[in-house]
């Protein structure tokens, strides 16, 4: 699959974080992409090993821009805000450190964009496709079909897909969806891409886009001990999540009022405060015992965590 004649630009993001040593994999999946019209654009936030000069040394001898901005240790939704506000790309890729493409990534992107009408593109953030293990075996599920429109939340909470995938999304939705920046230093993203799905539906491919490879220490790692410490970010998305309302499959909204109890004691606000400020009280207090177990298993966590 090969369109050289697209005039479509791409920013290829890469967040980083003390993650040198795997940087030259990235440029090397890079360098094989047969869609050419593409920089790189690298965010580090805040490293401390010599991050800096291995980008120095691959700008100098690469085939394609590469961009490298330093910020000090905020997060990684920080890094994407500043991605976007940098980016030259009509589109955004992004590509974690420890992560790589298949030599067609950004030419299936593109492709399966450009197949979209004109007319129907304003509809649309972008394509999301699969991603593998290095044994070829797919991350998660695959989508319901090969090619398929819907957008963030019902791909989650109706078709119950798992499991990271990649793709690129417009830097002008993007740009109307800032991460903010006043929750803590660990925001889900899945925060943002709900409310970008909440106007803007995505096409989901199932082609392989990109190698997964999980690195220990990462924040997919980290995933419980950053949700309670983070615990303004959680809520604020628990929040949300309850008022999407019957577009919640059961299940779902269950856990999620459980997860908006469960935060709201992280963030010591009172059992009155919580009622009143729930969308229904009612339903606050069918769910408190368990939303207050969840917050006590917490506690005991970070207790054996330290």
Excluded at 158 to 182: E, H, S, T
Aim: with cysteine; proline share 3%.
């Amino acid at each position: 699959m090969e369109n050289q004649k697209s005039t479509n630009f791409i920013t290829v993001f890469t967040p980083t974080y003390n993650r040198a040593e795997y940087l030259t994999r990235v440029y090397e999946s890079l360098e094989k992409q047969t869609y050419k019209n593409f920089e790189w654009l690298i965010i580090d936030d805040g490293s401390s090993d010599n991050t800096e000069n291995i980008v120095k040394n691959l700008a100098a001898e690469a085939t394609f821009d590469i961009r490298y901005i330093y910020q000090e240790n905020q997060g990684k939704h920080v890094a994407i805000n500043k991605a976007v506000e940098n980016a030259r790309g009509s589109f955004l890729a992004t590509l974690d450190s420890d992560d790589w493409y298949i030599d067609t990534a950004l030419d299936t992107l593109i492709t399966y964009w450009e197949k979209l009408p004109t007319s129907f593109q304003e509809e649309f953030v972008g394509v999301v496709g699969l991603f593998a293990y290095t044994s070829g075996k797919i991350v998660g599920c695959n989508f319901p079909k090969d090619v398929f429109d819907s957008n963030n939340i019902d791909i989650w909470a109706k078709y119950k897909m798992n499991g990271d995938k990649i793709g690129f999304n417009r830097i002008d939705v993007m740009k109307q969806y800032p991460f903010p920046v006043n929750l803590g230093q660990f925001v889900t993203e899945s925060l943002v891409w709900h409310r970008i799905g909440a106007k803007y539906k995505t096409r989901f491919v199932n082609d392989i886009i990109g190698i997964k490879e999980y690195q220990e220490g990462g924040l997919t790692d980290k995933g419980l001990v950053n949700q309670v410490r983070s615990s303004k970010a959680s809520l604020t998305y628990h929040s949300e999540l309850i008022s999407y309302g019957k577009k919640l499959p059961f299940k779902i909204f269950i856990k999620s009022w459980a997860n908006y109890i469960r935060h709201s004691f992280h963030e010591k606000i009172p059992f009155i405060d919580q009622a009143i400020r729930s969308p229904s009280p009612l339903i606050w207090v069918m769910h408190l015992p368990v939303g207050f177990l969840l917050y006590v298993r917490d506690l005991w966590y970070l207790h054996i965590a330290r």
